[in-house]
Each structure stands twice: as structure tokens, then as C-alpha cells.
Nanobody, 124 residues
Framework: QVQPVESGGGLVQAGDSLTLSCTAS????????MGWFRQAPGKERDFLAA????????HYAGSVKGRFTISRDNARDTVYLRMDNLQAADTAVYYC?????????????????WGQGTQVTVSS
């Protein structure tokens, strides 16, 4: 089964951009839908973005649409999340997750395999 591992988090200034990476080993990466989530202190984990197995379709939460971009490189078993114009409210632990394709389940739900998370802190 696939095991996601996130990287690329850190401390940035408000207005900066940052790209997170997630490499999923021990599985056939191209068979999995990949998603990004985040959890701020004291809050629930929220869906951000997801991308289909081939990368031909992406789905975003309304709160980040137009500011965050998800992409994947199946040759490198990696999914990315580019985040632009970061603000203090984006401070959170960011998680990468994987699931099997399921036509009847929204891309924002149904994830079985989770990474450990990477901290993103935005200083204002």
C-alpha cells in the first residue's frame, strides 16, 4: 500500500509562495487519487485540493481556489501543492493523502493513506 511522505514546509513571510511535495512509496503511485489537507491549531482537518490519477482533473476547496495549485508527476511518484500569496491564516500542518479512485465518492473524501504532515508557518 502507498505511504505518503510530505516535505517542503517551513517559515515564510506573508505574501510569499511555497511549494509542498509529497512522495508516495511502496505502491503504484499512478493508481491513486492524491489530496492535500491542512489542520490549524485547535481546528479540524480541512480538505484543500485533490487530483485524479492521470492528473487531468483537479478539485479545490473554495477557500484556496485560485491561490493554491495541485499537480503530480507520476514518473517521479510525487504530488505537489503550490501555494501563492500565503497569509497568516494559512499557518497549519499540511497533510498529503492517497485513496483509490471511486467514481461515486467526492474527491474531498475517502482517503485511506496519510502522511505525517509538514508544518507551514506564515509570519505577518
Amino acid at each position: 500500500q502507498v505511504q505518503p511522505v510530505e516535505s517542503g514546509g517551513g517559515l515564510v513571510q506573508a505574501g510569499d509562495s511555497l511549494t509542498l511535495s509529497c512522495t508516495a512509496s511502496e505502491g503504484t503511485f499512478s493508481r491513486y487519487v492524491m489530496g492535500w489537507f491542512r489542520q490549524a491549531p485547535g481546528k479540524e482537518r480541512d480538505f484543500l485540493a485533490a487530483i485524479t490519477t492521470s492528473g487531468d482533473y483537479a478539485h479545490y476547496a473554495g477557500s484556496v481556489k485560485g491561490r493554491f495549485t495541485i499537480s503530480r508527476d507520476n514518473a517521479r511518484d510525487t504530488v505537489y501543492l503550490r501555494m501563492d500569496n500565503l497569509q497568516a491564516a494559512d499557518t497549519a500542518v499540511y497533510y498529503c493523502a492517497a485513496r483509490r479512485p471511486m467514481a461515486t465518492v467526492s474527491l474531498s473524501r475517502g482517503y485511506d493513506y496519510w502522511g505525517q504532515g509538514t508544518q507551514v508557518t506564515v509570519s505577518s
